[in-house]
């Protein structure tokens, strides 16, 4: 069985960090572009951060640029995002997605999805 698990959301200040994990299971990453997500109460899905397929160059949307890193672990199978300086409007459901040999991290691509962990910046 294919699976991602994310972990590592919780509650944080603003201007505090956390960092987030997406562990596969059932397949290896070397042959998929992966990507964070997240949706936040009222909005749609967002595409923020991508580890592309195959060179791996990352990417980010404006709204995180500077501020969150993507990386992987290619021994331990996983993907992080390091969120630095998170604000409230960064508050959402995070997931994790897998697309096999995509170039790029497109929602309608991804063929297996994270359960989504939560993360709420609040004072």
């Known amino acids: 069985q294919l699976q991602l698990v994310e972990s590592g959301g919780g509650l944080v200040e603003p201007g505090g960090s956390l960092k987030l994990s997406c562990a596969a299971s059932g397949f290896t990453l070397d042959n998929y572009a992966i990507g964070w997500f997240r949706q936040a109460p009222g909005k749609g899905l967002e595409e923020f951060s991508c580890?592309?397929?195959?060179?791996?160059?990352?990417k980010y949307a404006d709204s995180v640029e500077g501020r969150f890193t993507i990386s992987r672990d290619n021994a331990k199978n996983t993907v992080y995002l390091q969120m630095d300086s998170l604000m409230p409007e960064d508050a959402a459901i995070y997931f994790c997605?897998?697309?096999?040999?995509?170039?790029?991290?497109?929602?309608?691509?991804?063929?297996?999805w994270g359960q989504g962990t939560q993360v709420t910046v609040s004072s």
């Open positions: 997605g897998a697309m096999w040999r995509a170039l790029t991290c497109v929602t309608t691509y991804v063929d297996v």
């Open positions: 580890i592309n397929y195959p060179d791996r160059t990352t």
